[in-house]
């Protein structure tokens, strides 16, 4: 079942209110917000049985999460006036799967040269209502603060790298160098109205690292 669907679904119909409710219709002006989280994640590898020249692995993640954020409630002067505002609820799903390998060749007993690739296939999937509370019937900001349901997802794909090479100086000391390209896929914002929620790009990153290392 989609829990993130379940729980949202959950959370409206213990709200006294809906889309469907008369704005003017009074109700309480505060309410804890809540936050709930779920995840599961698992990931596999199969790693090759020798080290020299070559060594390698194979592998596979699955991620899952729900996140729920509800009864967020901004009021004041600034949304109505004392004891008014709007009930902003939100929810989202994000499904995440990646395979990957790397592998190491040993062009001599001291050289090392490392290559890795990944693929990763990410959906976020969003729910989002806001419903006024106290506003008068029929004013402009018990118009503009009733936002029915909405949902939106989003989908991406990305394949990622790194090099690496590692030169032993000593048997206690080696320097090394390595380039990673790095990627975090897009996501929606639990605490933004429904209407002005697009979901955020997607984030790249190309790390560059040199050292030595000793023992």
Not at 134 to 148: C, E
Not at 158 to 175: F, L
Request: net charge positive; proline share 6%.
């Amino acid at each position: 079942s989609d829990v993130c669907s379940s729980d949202l679904k959950a959370m409206e119909s213990r709200s006294p209110h809906s889309t469907t409710v008369t704005p003017s219709l009074p109700r309480k002006s505060s309410r804890p917000i809540e936050y709930k989280s779920r995840y599961y994640q698992q990931e596999v590898r199969l790693a090759s049985a020798t080290t020299t020249p070559l060594s390698w692995q194979i592998g596979a993640f699955y991620y899952h999460a729900n996140a729920v954020l509800v009864h967020q409630t901004p009021q004041g002067l600034s949304v109505g006036g004392i004891g008014r505002g709007f009930d902003l609820n939100t929810a989202m799903k994000t499904q995440s799967v990646a395979l990957f390998g790397e592998a190491t060749w040993s062009v001599t007993e001291t050289t090392h040269i490392t290559g890795g690739l990944r693929y990763t296939h990410d959906k976020r999937s969003y729910r989002g209502q806001q419903v006024p509370f106290n506003q008068p019937a029929g004013s402009p900001l018990a118009t503009a603060f009733n936002i029915p349901l909405k949902t939106d997802s989003a989908t991406f794909n990305k394949v990622t790298y790194r090099v690496a090479i590692r030169q032993e100086i000593t048997d206690r000391v080696n320097i090394y160098g390595s380039y990673n390209r790095g990627f975090k896929s897009g996501i929606y914002s639990l605490n933004a109205a429904p209407l002005t929620n697009p979901v955020l790009k997607p984030q790249t990153v190309d790390a560059f690292e040199a050292g030595v290392k000793s023992q």
